[in-house]
């Protein structure tokens, strides 16, 4: 079971996209964001964007905008990413190396701390800086090091197995790139990810294009 | 721009899961289909299912079912993946690969039939069966190959540059995993996949199962 209105996924999805762009401005010194800015951005409308930012509790001061690093602060502390969690990653193929190497999630409060996999190829040898343990490894290890966060890579006919072992081992959040759906006990969360349904989105914005419809922006 | 209604994405983007489950389904001989099971494996509400649904224009019969045929048909029919895209991807590193190697896509009507890079390392290599060619001739392969769907897997500093080639070579749907919002021209349509998004999704779900709040499900 997971725990948020269906309603607002769509809002929190976008955050780490505000987040990025809000962090890129203050870098470049900029203090104060006015809403139309952040619609361009997102490619968005402003309703839209006031509603997103509603959801951390900041508002912003009409005719000025919102204040970088307050909106900043506002959704790292939404999101708990101003506190760093610590995941391992089970299936070091192609998707594993490619989230193994993401640069970004370090800034998103996510730590990848070791990887698993099942092949004899792969144990023992360095993916991005990340040791590959042994997958036989992965409940001991989990629970020896603490860790609460889990991230499947693993083929689909693999990926129960892998669960049960990150259930096994402690782990209470289950990030699933593998297309298939887990059971696992009420208190563990997961979250799948079906890399299709971006391809669902652009297959249905391009028929309305070619229909002459309306518009939902680059991100959906 | 692109054209989508933005409280239908959610809906869109469950359809390839849905997808995933009716075809395994009707591998399976089964025919008929009831909305609790539906619910169940999409750990979804039964009403969300009846209007996720409801956007194919099928509608269960009560007490009944969904007849699978005519849903996998209706949900095929509304992504317009009953026609096979066909695609090219630039940036052959670890995501690509990934992608090119994701053998969902064919099924869900999407053919990558050439992928690109700049560096001499990779081109002229084969990735999961694709030639690696020269990001240099982006434009010009697109065009004699009249493909109109390209995917960006490079890093965000290089995705403006590739996504001006692939507007130059007649691509009017971009796929962008790059983190970094696209200029293209109005008749273009950006898909921006932001994978950070699903770990905030994640990131919440923890959060409100510490605080005992209500559920999403696993998708989200």
Same mark, same amino acid.
């Given at each position: 079971?997971?725990n948020?209105k269906?309603?607002?996924?769509?809002?929190?999805?976008?955050?780490?996209?505000?987040l990025?762009?809000?962090s890129?401005?203050r870098k470049?010194g900029?203090?104060?964001v006015?809403?139309p800015e952040?619609?361009?951005y997102m490619?968005l +409308?402003?309703?839209v /964007?006031?509603k997103?930012l *509603?959801v951390?509790?900041?508002?912003?001061?009409p005719?000025? =905008?919102?204040k %970088?690093?307050?909106?900043?602060?506002a959704?790292?502390?939404?999101?708990?990413?101003?506190?760093s969690?610590?995941?391992v990653?089970v299936?070091?193929?192609?998707?594993?190396s490619?989230?193994?190497?993401?640069e970004?999630?370090?800034?998103? +409060?996510?730590?990848? /701390?070791?990887a698993?996999? *099942?092949?004899?190829?792969?144990?023992g040898?360095?993916?991005? =800086?990340?040791? %590959?343990?042994?997958v036989?490894r992965?409940?001991?290890?989990?629970?020896?090091?603490?860790?609460?966060m889990g991230?499947i890579?693993?083929?689909?006919?693999?990926?129960?197995?892998?669960a049960d072992?990150?259930?096994?081992?402690?782990?209470?959040?289950?990030?699933?790139?593998?297309?298939?759906?887990?059971?696992?006990p009420?208190?563990?969360?997961v979250?799948?990810?079906v890399?299709?349904g971006?391809?669902?989105?652009?297959s249905?914005k391009?028929n309305?294009?070619?229909?002459?419809?309306e518009?939902?922006g680059?991100?959906?």
């Amino acid at each position: 079971m997971g725990n948020v209105k269906v309603q607002k996924l769509p809002t929190i999805r976008r955050l780490p996209t505000y987040l990025y762009k809000l962090s890129e401005m203050r870098k470049a010194g900029v203090s104060i964001v006015a809403t139309p800015e952040l619609a361009r951005y997102m490619n968005l +409308g402003e309703i839209v /964007i006031r509603k997103d930012l *509603a959801v951390t509790g900041v508002t912003g001061q009409p005719g000025v =905008g919102y204040k %970088v690093k307050e909106l900043i602060e506002a959704i790292k502390s939404y999101l708990n990413w101003d506190n760093s969690s610590e995941a391992v990653l089970v299936g070091a193929g192609s998707l594993g190396s490619a989230l193994l190497g993401y640069e970004g999630f370090e800034e998103y +409060g996510l730590r990848i /701390i070791a990887a698993f996999d *099942a092949s004899p190829d792969k144990i023992g040898t360095e993916v991005h =800086g990340r040791t %590959v343990f042994d997958v036989e490894r992965l409940s001991e290890l989990a629970r020896r090091l603490q860790v609460r966060m889990g991230i499947i890579c693993v083929p689909a006919a693999h990926a129960q197995e892998v669960a049960d072992r990150m259930v096994a081992g402690g782990i209470r959040a289950i990030w699933n790139f593998a297309n298939v759906s887990l059971s696992v006990p009420d208190d563990v969360i997961v979250q799948r990810e079906v890399i299709a349904g971006g391809l669902a989105v652009l297959s249905v914005k391009m028929n309305r294009k070619l229909a002459g419809e309306e518009d939902a922006g680059q991100l959906g």
